[in-house]
């Protein structure tokens, strides 16, 4: 069982909608991650947060938008997304700068954009 | 060049076999690697992490040559469960910037019985 939880584990959504993915992580790390993974491919690294400070945004649309409430909990906020933009998204977290690299991730939110 | 390069496979080998991965990465300077396995429709999950020249768990060892800039997992005594998408993941970066870890494509292997 994996110690990262996301919500909803499927979503369907259409075009104009606007929906949010939602991850919890309970210990104590301190930087969390979204990673975008399409089949057959490796997962991409779209945002990183660092104590809860957003410290990278790989050059992701604004469409998706993150948000850290607490050293717990991440967020992806979903607005007017396109169908390439279906994918599996993982959650991950990890200890912080003296651990990068071990990565614990979720069971990620499989997302169909219709 | 690719910055990391795996053989997508897939390794088709009987149980009990052993089998090794390579991974090759393009920046003398990386710092750690790692490898994950991956379940199909399922979440990446940490195997091994390689810090120094090598590491080893169980059946499962992992070796590290700077010189050639690659990194190898070994598999001994292959079981069925273990048939899944080995990924090689390499921190490109120095000290601890999380953006700089680059993932391999992958490489499948299926153990048959």
């Known amino acids: 069982d994996t110690e990262v939880t996301q919500t909803p584990k499927h979503l369907v959504m259409g075009m104009t909608n606007k929906k949010s993915l939602k991850c919890e992580q309970h210990?104590?790390?301190?930087?969390m991650y979204w990673y975008k993974q399409k089949a057959k491919k490796p997962p991409e690294l779209m945002f990183v947060?660092?104590?809860?400070?957003?410290?990278i945004n790989e050059s992701v649309p604004s469409r998706f938008s993150p948000e850290c409430p607490n050293s717990s909990l991440l967020n992806l906020h979903l607005h007017a997304l396109q169908p390439e933009d279906s994918a599996l998204y993982l959650c991950?977290?990890?200890?912080?700068?003296?651990?990068?690299?071990?990565?614990?991730f979720g069971e990620g939110s499989r997302l169909t954009v219709l | 060049r690719k910055e990391v390069e795996q053989d997508p496979g897939p390794f088709n080998v009987p149980e009990g076999a052993t089998v090794a991965f390579n991974c090759t990465y393009s920046?003398?300077?990386?710092?750690?690697f790692f490898w994950y396995r991956q379940d199909c429709r399922k979440e990446p999950k940490l195997l091994m992490s390689?810090?120094?020249s090598g590491n080893e768990d169980g059946r499962f060892t992992a070796q590290l040559n700077r010189a050639s800039q690659y990194i190898s997992l070994l598999i001994r005594d292959s079981k069925l469960s273990d048939s899944a998408t080995y990924l090689c993941?390499?921190?490109?970066?120095?000290?601890?910037?999380?953006?700089?870890?680059?993932f391999g494509k992958g490489t499948k292997l299926s153990v048959k019985p």
């Open positions: 390689v810090y120094s």
């Open positions: 947060y660092s104590y809860e400070k957003l410290s």
């Open positions: 920046n003398s300077a990386s710092q750690s």
């Open positions: 210990m104590g790390h301190r930087a």
């Open positions: 991950a977290s990890s200890q912080g700068e003296r651990s990068v690299g071990e990565l614990f």
């Open positions: 993941v390499v921190n490109m970066g120095y000290g601890g910037s999380q953006g700089n870890l680059i």
